[in-house]
C-alpha cells in the first residue's frame, strides 16, 4: 500500500469521531492494505513494531525538527520547526505544511527510488524497512545515520503524508485508533469473531500477524495461534477487592501472599530460545514487555538451575535482606533499570525470583487451563530445585483462614494477599475481577476489650477471642469479636495484660473490665442485630494494643456510625 494512500485513509478516519465510524473505516483500510497488512494494522494505531517488540526508534523531537529542516530546504532549520509546532501543538501539521522533495541529492538515503517533483510512490513497506534500519543502528555516529534515514523519508513525502509519518515516528499517531478498534476492524474485515481476535491478540501481541491470519486462515488460523517461548505476553493484572468480594462471587478463593516487588515473566527453553541464532536459554520480561535479563542474572541463573523443560512463569522479582526478609520495591527497580556494572549493583541488592502462575510448560499453553492447576505445573516445573521460588498457594472458603494467612504474610514483612479464583483462566494484559489484591482496611477502629473467651486445645490457658466495643454516651456497645491477626506470643502477652480486669466468668466465656483498647482492622461495618451496637465489624482484625489509650479515648460509636455511612 502506497504511504500516501494509507496517509489519505488516515486523515478519514481522524476525522471521524464515533467508535463504530472509525471502526468502518479502519477495516476498508485493513480490506485494501494488501501485503502491508501487518505494517497497516500496527501503524494505523501508531505503533511501528509490535507490542511485544521493545525495539525502539529512539527518535526524540530534536533529531524530528532537524530532519524535518532539512527537508524542508535551505532557509529552514531546527528551530524554525520547533518554534512553529510549539506555536501549532502538532508535528504533523507542521511537517504536512513544507514543500519536501526539493533536496534530490541528499535523497539517497531514502531508499534510493526515483526522487522527483514532492511524493513518489513510497510504500508503508518501505517506510518500514527504513525505519527498522534506522532503529538498528547503534554505536557512534548513529544520531547521524538515524538523522539522515528519516530525512531521506521526509523527502519523499508530502502533505499528509509527511503529517503521518512525523506524528509516527514521534509516537503521537492521535487518530482515535486504539487496540479495540484494530480487533473489531480484523473481525469485521475477515470476517471472524471479536472474541477469536482478541485471544490470538493476547497471546501473539502481535496485531500486524493477527490480521495476516485472520485474513489468510480465518478462525482456524487464529485458534491455532499460540504462545511462543521469547516473545512475552502482557501480565494478568489485580483489582482492588475484598475477602467478602471474592467469597461471594466464587465459593472457594485461593490465597497467596502479595510480594512487594516488580512483576517477571520468566521465558525458558533449554535449547535456546531462538534455536536458530543459538541464542540463550532464559530471557526475562518486565510488565511493560521490555527485556530486563541483563540487569537480573541471579534470576537468570536461578531459572537455569530449576527448570529442565521449555516454559513460561510469571512472578515477581524481590530485593531480600541478608536475613531473607523482604526489602522495598524500590530496591528491585533499581536493579531492573541498571544497565552498567550489574555485578556491582548486585552485590549492594540481591533480588530472588517469586513464582506464582506458569502459561506454558513443556509444550504446553495453560492460558485456558483453571489456576490451581496451572499452581500445580508451576510445582512441577520449578520441581525440588526451584521450591524455594515457589508462592503457597491456599484454597480457602473461610474467612478466618483466609485472614491467618494475611497476618502471616503481613508478619514476614509482605505486602498483604492476593485472592484468586480458583477456577479462572489466565488472560494476558487484562485487569479482570479473577484477581484480587485485598483492599487494606478503610479507616481502624481503637475498640475497648469488654469480654473474651478461653481458648481451646493447645490455647485452653489463653484468652482466645476478644469481644470489642465502641464508646457511649453511658458505657460501652458491642460490635463484634476478635480473634485473629493474633500470635500466640500475643496471645500469652494478650491474656496477662487482661487477667486482673476479669469480672466474672461463665463456662468459656469472660467478662472483662473496660480498661483495654485494641486496634482494629475490618473489611466493612454493617447494620447488625447481633451486638448492642447496632453494628457489626465484618472481618475484624487484631492490629495491636492502644496503650496509650484509656477506655475513654477510644472511638464513639456516633463515629462507628459515620464511617458505616461513609461506605
Ligand atoms: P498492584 O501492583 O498493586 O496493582 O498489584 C498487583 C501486582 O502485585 C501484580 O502485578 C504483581 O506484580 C504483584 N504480585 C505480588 N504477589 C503476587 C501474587 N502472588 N500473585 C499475583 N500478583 C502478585
Known sequence: MELAAFAERARTIEAESADTDIVERVTDLLGAAGPDLPVVARYVQGRVFPAHDSTKLDIGPALCYEAIAKAAGRNVDADDVEARVAEVGDVGEVAASYDFGGQQGLAAFGGGAGVGEGTDDLTVAQVDAELRDLAATEGSGSTDTKRDILFGLFNRTEGDESRYLARLVLSEMRIGVGDGAVRDAVAEAFDVPVEAVERAIQVTNDHGEVAVVAREEGLAGLESLGLEIGRPVGAMLAQAGTVTDALDEWDE????????????????????????????????????????????????????????????????????????SPLPFQEVLRRFRRKHDVAKAREDVLVEFRAFDCLHADGDDLLDEPLTARHDRLADALGDAGEAALSDL??????????????????AGHEGIMLKNPESAYTPGRRGKQWLKRKPDVETLDLVVTGAEWGEGRRAELLGTFEIAARTDDGFAALGKVATGITDEELAELTELLEPHVLGEDGADVDIDPAVVFEVGYEEIQASPTYGAGYALRFPRFLGVRADKDPTDADSLERVERLADQQ
Open 253 to 324: 478463593a485461593a490465597v497467596e501472599w502479595k510480594f512487594d516487588g516488580a512483576r517477571v515473566q520468566v521465558h525458558y527453553d533449554p535449547d535456546g530460545i531462538d534455536q536458530e541464532a543459538d541464542d540463550a536459554e532464559t530471557t526475562l520480561f518486565s510488565r511493560n514487555m521490555e527485556d530486563v535479563t541483563d540487569p537480573l542474572p541471579e534470576i537468570v541463573e536461578f531459572v537455569e538451575g530449576a527448570l529442565d523443560s521449555p516454559a513460561i512463569l510469571d512472578g515477581e522479582v524481590v530485593a531480600v535482606a541478608d536475613d531473607g
Open 394 to 411: 491456599a484454597v480457602a472458603d473461610d474467612p478466618e483462614a483466609i485472614a491467618a494467612i494475611e497476618a502471616d504474610a503481613l508478619d
